[in-house]
């Protein structure tokens, strides 16, 4: 019989296998920053524009399977910038991730369409939250001059080509899609739970190490 105390141990060893992951992949992905936009933090147009580009020409939403399962908590960003395929949530992630390793904050944006939803994100730019999308779709393409310009809270200066799916609502958590529109739509995530939500082994280095916790509380009482 597995005693309780070898189960801890067997938690907390994922744990901290998960966070060892979720500390290299930052590292990796630093690295591929400084590559694409010279040396950190980001701070210039020139350096948020150079990201933008990266991300549209090397994530290609056309190189993905739309209708193939995806994973629980979708791809880690650097499998996706490994990759090079990813929709507009995999694009999301990586940029979010690409900009909190360069200063700047940021969240995802989901917006309901009339016909269809759409992913980006959202980045405290120059004192001013803007939209910020580098998904490579020909009706929702952001152009060089669009980059760190938009305000997030303005949908009609948003990209979109599609006549028929004008934009109606836009929010920053995609359950709230589901329910009435409220003053909770513009809700901003911390900084922290950010970084947590945008990284499935940082999620699962938590999750461990809450069973851990249990387990122990258990074998306390």
């Known amino acids: 019989m597995i005693s309780r105390a070898s189960v801890r141990v067997a938690l907390l060893g994922a744990s901290f296998a998960f966070a060892a992951r979720a500390?290299?992949?930052r590292r990796a992905l630093r690295d591929a920053l400084v590559d694409a936009v010279g040396p950190l933090p980001i701070e210039t147009d020139a350096q948020l524009l150079r990201l933008h580009s990266t991300l549209r020409?090397?994530?290609d939403p056309r190189a993905i399977d739309k209708q193939a399962r995806r994973p629980l908590l979708r791809?880690?960003?650097v499998d996706v910038w490994r990759s090079g395929a990813g929709l507009c949530g995999e694009n999301a992630r990586l940029a979010i991730t690409f900009l909190d390793l360069g200063g700047v904050r940021g969240n995802r944006l989901y917006l309901r369409g009339e016909r269809w939803d759409h992913c980006m994100a959202e980045i405290l730019w120059r004192g001013q939250w803007v939209a910020f999308d580098g998904h490579d779709?020909?009706?929702l393409r952001m152009t060089d001059e669009q980059v760190g310009r938009l305000p997030s809270t303005d949908l009609r200066s948003f990209p979109n080509r599609a006549p028929r799916n004008p934009w109606r609502r836009a929010v920053r958590f995609k359950p709230l899609l589901a329910a009435a529109p409220s003053v909770l739509d513009a809700a901003r995530p911390p900084?922290?739970?950010?970084?947590?939500a945008e990284s499935p082994d940082a999620l699962r280095a938590l999750v461990f190490l809450v069973a851990?916790?249990?387990v122990t509380a258990v074998e306390d009482d």
């Open 137 to 139: 779709d020909e009706t």
């Open 23 to 25: 500390v290299a992949e």
């Open 75 to 77: 791809s880690r960003a």
């Open 57 to 59: 020409a090397g994530i």
């Open 212 to 214: 851990a916790a249990i």
């Open 191 to 196: 900084r922290t739970v950010v970084r947590m």
